[in-house]
């Protein structure tokens, strides 16, 4: 008998509910990823690969200090684990977004022991209210401000000491120069609740390095959780008080947890072409049209410039990832789950529930009362007047 940590997206070793209990309560650990290939119908970006690479191997390191060896598995999700778990096992896992991720922790619970937990939001669902999940940012705000828990962060099971990683040096221009895994995610964050975030409110729609966190990356895989998140800049808010900017970086993870939970809470309706909305909607797909705007040949510069930075770094601003996805949509006129798709090929903080959440939002179809559009010579005037960052892409 022993048991099996079952790691997804939460790759790391401080915070992990699962590791730590499986410590506590088995003798025998094993732990295991699965790369599953099914999924990979299409190309991965490079950059993303690279950075699930270098959490994987971070990971391992970690887990090696406890005599913890991490399995790295090829296959489908539900035949590996089939393969690989014993009778007797015990499996140790967290509750993920998405349906098949919920699929896959079905087919577990009702074949295998096992021992859940919810560590993937801020906020716990059951915190927030027993009533239907408010479907409109602003009242779930409310609500949660208003009823929810924080948790304390739990510290990596004895015997583990986090290696220590400095600050990559890279070339100042690209957005997003950092490693991945546990390591570079804790080292990102001190440095940037050291100084940048207190000026956040300001530099969010920038597209340099500290204009905004970067942190969703390591969000994204789980390489940090969200509670040592909040942890640390309230640790930062009492040694050098609190402003709007450091309220701001709460509230986008606020939305984190909207776009998670709301997904939790209508399974698989933001895949269709309606998204949460009732009715019929008819997308085009021209793809000619498509590759041009993944190609970065549209003749919109300001478009271009973001959709070249995402082929080569894996990374795009918010304000950028708005208005490539308003311009393929209300521009392009094509179906907006050709942008969500294209997205969770490319992005190295890619994630299920804001990717879908956010193109659908753009689309007029998610969680919005009206459809935004965002005219890309006006975003270019307000912020790259100078085109530095559009001449750099372009």
Known sequence: MGAVVWYRHDLRVDDHEALRSACEEQDVIRALYVKDQKKRDFK??????????????????????IGITLDIVEGETIETLD??????DTVYFHKMTGTEEAASEQYIEDKYAVRSFETQTLHRREDIGSDELKRVFTAFRKRVEAKGTFYDPLDPPTGIQLVKEESVEANPEIAFPFRGGESAGRARLQEYLAEPVFTYKETRNGFLRNDSSKLSAWLANGSLSPRRVIAELQEAERKKGANESTYWLYFELLWRDFFHLTMRETGSRLFRA?????????????????????????????VDAFM?????????????????????????????????????????????????????FIAGVGNATRTPRFDPAFQQQRYDPNQHFTKRWT
């Open 83 to 88: 393969s690989y778990l014993q009778a007797d």
């Open 274 to 302: 309606s998204g949460l909305q009732e009715g019929q909607y008819t997308w085009k797909a021209d793809q000619a049209a498509v590759e041009r705007w993944i190609e970065g040949k549209t003749g919109v510069p300001f």
């Open 308 to 360: 070249n930075e995402i082929r080569e770094t894996g990374w795009m601003s918010n304000r950028g990832r708005q208005i490539v996805a308003s311009y393929l949509i209300h521009e392009l006129k094509q179906d907006w789950r050709i942008g969500a798709r294209y997205f969770e090929q490319q992005l190295i903080d890619y994630d299920v529930a804001s990717n879908y959440g956010n193109w659908a």
């Open 44 to 65: 991965r970006g490079t950059q993303q690969a690279r950075f699930e690479q270098e959490t994987l191997e971070n990971l391992a390191g970690h887990l090696s200090q």
